[in-house]
């Protein structure tokens, strides 16, 4: 099993940044496939970023392309988020999410591959 805390959201300006950490407590975390999600008001929640094991595969979301980055340290058992130039329609609970993967590149990217969840972290940006 794996326990996963965020952390590192907060209020910002449109245009602004933020960098988003996970930490990840447990066995072989270099096993999973994880991946960031976010949840807005009244909407559902939605994948916005994934990498793989090995770190060669990622994958985001249209709406986030460019302007988040995401990446992990195995060797600190940490996934991160980096989010450039804001939006306000970013405004939303982060969450991270692991699951074990059998191949070092596999990428998972819909919320019910995913079994292991953070409480999440919130992110809110002015306009």
């Known amino acids: 099993q794996v326990q996963l805390v965020e952390s590192g959201g907060g209020l910002v300006q449109a245009g602004g940044s933020l960098r988003l950490s996970c930490a990840a407590s447990g066995r072989s975390f270099s096993s999973y496939t994880t991946a960031w999600f976010r949840q807005a008001p009244g909407k559902e929640r939605e994948a916005v970023a994934a990498?793989?094991?090995?770190?060669?595969?990622?994958h985001y979301a249209n709406s986030v392309k460019g302007r988040f980055t995401i990446s992990r340290d195995n060797a600190k058992n940490t996934v991160s988020l980096q989010l450039n130039s804001l939006k306000p329609e970013d405004t939303a609970v982060y969450y991270c999410?692991?699951?074990?993967?059998?191949?070092?590149?596999?990428?998972?990217?819909?919320?019910?591959?995913?079994?292991?969840w953070g409480q999440g972290t919130q992110v809110t940006v002015s306009s």
């Open positions: 990498i793989s094991r090995n770190t060669v595969s990622t």
């Open positions: 999410a692991a699951v074990i993967a059998s191949l070092s590149s596999t990428l998972y990217w819909r919320e019910r591959e995913y079994n292991y």
